[in-house]
């Protein structure tokens, strides 16, 4: 199995399996299975936004710290360049040259 197939169900399995056990222990049958259709409709929205990938890459990163499995983290993001912020002299661009009037307040 390809590492890009492996990171979200590790990711998946990691926010699963201790919610699912803690609920078979604590809950009573009805509401168990209740949890468990909420927390796939939680685990679809997850792996839809990619959540569940960013969580496998995080617990891949840290176990590869500890046991070399050879799996790497795929899909990482590059960190985002910070713009920098319009400094207390310039003044910032509200896409108009009208000057803005308000109405007071009644």
């Given at each position: 199995?390809?590492?890009?197939?492996?990171?979200?169900?590790?990711g998946i399995a990691f926010a699963v399996v201790?919610?699912?056990?803690?609920?078979?222990?604590?809950?009573?049958?009805?509401?168990?299975?209740?949890?468990?259709?909420?927390?796939?409709?939680g685990l679809g929205y997850l792996h839809t936004t990619g959540a569940a990938e960013e969580l496998g890459n995080m617990i891949l990163t840290e176990v590869n710290n500890i046991y070399p499995t050879g799996i790497e983290p795929t899909g990482a993001a590059e960190p985002a360049a910070m713009e920098?912020?319009?400094?207390?002299?310039?003044?910032?661009?509200?896409?108009?040259?009208?000057?803005?009037?308000t109405v007071p307040a009644q």
């Open positions: 199995m390809s590492p890009e197939l492996v990171n979200p169900w590790i201790p919610v699912l056990l803690v609920g078979w222990l604590i809950l009573k049958k009805p509401v168990f299975w209740f949890m468990v259709v909420l927390i796939a409709v920098s912020a319009p400094s207390q002299n310039e003044a910032p661009d509200t896409g108009s040259t009208s000057p803005v009037t």
